[in-house]
């Protein structure tokens, strides 16, 4: 079945610094991408998707880019802010024809420091 | 524009106990998922409905059923609670059957003692 691995965290950076979240994904056919971010005590909220092999999603300064021949969605961002700390979620849809369920990884939580 | 919108917000249940959950979809919206979240996981699908009907369910048991209106809400029905069901139900909804992008509501945060 459809399976997403992410990297574990926490992963602690200071103001300003480079973040990269890893992500892969295993599934069957052309799922569509996903970044969720959920902040304390919330829902979750997208961040950004890619539809296609080699989509760049982006949002509020973060990207991905799909790859397909690595089977990743890698989360990047140039330089992070203290109001970017929550737990990110990389996400991928089945295809059309199977409804549109999510399947999620298990969360990196982010932590930005001054 | 009016988000998802869930309630209640928090509940507490015994074991053995029901639950009834509800959700709103976004304005515009025909397509509600239900997903349970426990702690310091990802979020796990549980089923969707679309004209009213189950159109694709997760991994788990009967003890877990829904319903949707007319108006497109929808409730997430659990029975038989167990202290396992103890997570974060969130409710996701979109457009159409096989819409892509899902919109998540706060969730609603059941905790079975």
């Known amino acids: 079945g459809d399976s997403v691995t992410q990297m574990e965290g926490p992963v602690t950076l200071s103001e300003e610094a480079f973040l990269t979240i890893n992500c892969t994904y295993t599934?069957?056919?052309?799922?569509?991408l996903f970044w969720y971010v959920q902040y304390p005590g919330e829902g979750l909220q997208l961040l950004l998707k890619?539809?296609?092999?080699?989509d760049k999603g982006s949002n509020k300064g973060f990207e991905a880019t799909y790859r397909k021949e690595t089977t990743s969605f890698h989360l990047e961002k140039g330089s992070v802010q203290v109001s970017d700390s929550a737990v990110y979620f990389c996400?991928?849809?089945?295809?059309?024809?199977?409804?549109?369920?999510?399947?999620f990884g298990t969360g990196t939580q982010l932590k930005v420091e001054l | 524009d009016a988000g998802v919108t869930q309630s209640p917000t928090h509940l507490i249940k015994t074991r053995g106990q029901q639950v009834t959950l509800r959700c709103s979809p976004k304005?515009?919206?025909?397509?509600v998922s239900w997903y349970q979240q426990a702690l310091g996981q990802g979020p796990q699908f549980i089923f969707q409905?679309?004209?009213?009907?189950?159109?694709q369910r997760g991994n788990f048991p009967d003890r877990f059923s829904g319903h949707q209106f007319p108006n497109y809400s929808s409730e997430l029905n659990v029975n038989a609670l167990l202290l396992g069901d103890s997570a974060l139900y969130l409710c996701?909804?979109?457009?159409?059957?096989?819409?892509?992008?899902?919109?998540f509501g706060p969730g609603t945060r059941l905790l079975v003692l």
């Open positions: 890619a539809t296609k092999a080699d």
């Open positions: 409905y679309y004209e009213e009907e189950e159109r």
């Open positions: 996400a991928l849809s089945d295809q059309p024809g199977g409804g549109n369920k999510l399947t």
């Open positions: 599934a069957t056919g052309y799922p569509s």
């Open positions: 996701a909804s979109s457009l159409g059957d096989r819409g892509e992008t899902q919109y």
């Open positions: 304005s515009g919206h025909d397509t």
